[in-house]
């Protein structure tokens, strides 16, 4: 069972809140400032900035102060906490951020996918789920290809793909959206946990990157609430409250081209139930299996009498390729309300 690494402790996150607050007032960056006291009429503090970057460092080290400067507040609705069911489960695929799904104006269907429309559709997500929240307790899954590609190409290289922004332009955009999703999400929930796949066929390193990157802002914005875990092997799961969940993109990096179908095979069958028998994961809890990859949204609860086989729907519009090849699906994200003896299921399309 994967676990979750540790968060900032309690007295680490009051020194680096105390440090920003001063730095502030002051008009200083927060990683300018190496040591210092605070004071205050009854106590005085010297202390060392574990957020201290020299000149050389900053050159290396990404500075998450100016990324968390560049973040948009999401417009949210005033909606009282409510708590009926054990949990919420949020999720989306697929974002591709990056992707160009209109090459010179080419494309057999048109659409756009810049920065504006990722606002725009990350909005109405937030809406959607604050508006249907039933629990206190919020997992939210990304299950891969979060990033389009690295200087325009897949992990595996090979071909080109069209480009709408550069790697850094991808890379701020990418850290904009997981944040903004939580800080939006936060005020309406008392523990958010999220998963992130790192292991698929677009993002790569480049999606451990920017979660890597989520995860440490998620450190100092909400280290008591939020928990992150990035997924780096192609299948792992986790349990909560009944439930368990398989989680996985579909196809991997190096070894799956093809991948898990969107109807699955009975050799797709025989992999995922080896994967339980080798964990031990047997019947007394409801299992999901849940993957990307496809574009599709299609759940079947009968082709397995150990596991339930769910294709979710991608994030972003279909590319310039999907929509010379095949028939382009509809995009969105899905929103489950989970009881002790039954779900409810919210899908939502653009």
Known sequence: MPQYRP????????????????????????????????????SSLRFTNPLFKSAEQEEKEIDFASVFDTLEPIEVL?????????????????????MEVNPNGNALYGGKWDSQEISRRLNSMVQFV??????????????????????????????DLPQNMTNQEAYDEGVKFKVNLVNAIAPYYDKIVCRNICVDNHSGDFGYVVNSAFYSLM????????????????????????????????????????????????????????YMNHHKLFEDLQWEFSKGDSHQCLFDNCSSNRFAYYNYPAFSPASNWVQTNFTPQKSGFVLFNFYNDRKTINEYYF
């Open 7 to 42: 968060r900032l402790s309690e007295d680490e996150y009051t020194l680096i809140k105390s440090i920003r607050e001063q730095c502030s007032e002051h008009g200083i960056g927060l990683n300018h400032v190496r040591d210092g006291w605070l004071k205050s009429k009854t």
């Open 78 to 98: 005033e909606v009282e906490k409510v708590k009926e069911s054990l949990f919420d489960r949020l999720v989306y695929t697929d974002v591709h951020i990056g």
């Open 130 to 159: 604050i508006l249907n929240r039933k629990g206190n307790i919020l997992y939210i899954d990304d299950l891969g290809d979060f990033m389009d590609g690295w200087n325009g190409q897949t992990v595996r290289k090979g071909h």
């Open 219 to 274: 450190g100092v914005l909400h280290p008591k609430k939020v928990e992150v875990y990035n997924q780096t092997k192609f299948i792992e799961h986790y349990t909560t409250h009944g439930y368990g969940f398989m989680t996985t993109h579909g196809k991997d990096d190096v070894n799956l081209k093809f991948g898990f179908k969107p109807h699955i095979k009975p050799d797709g069958i025989r992999k995922i139930e080896n």
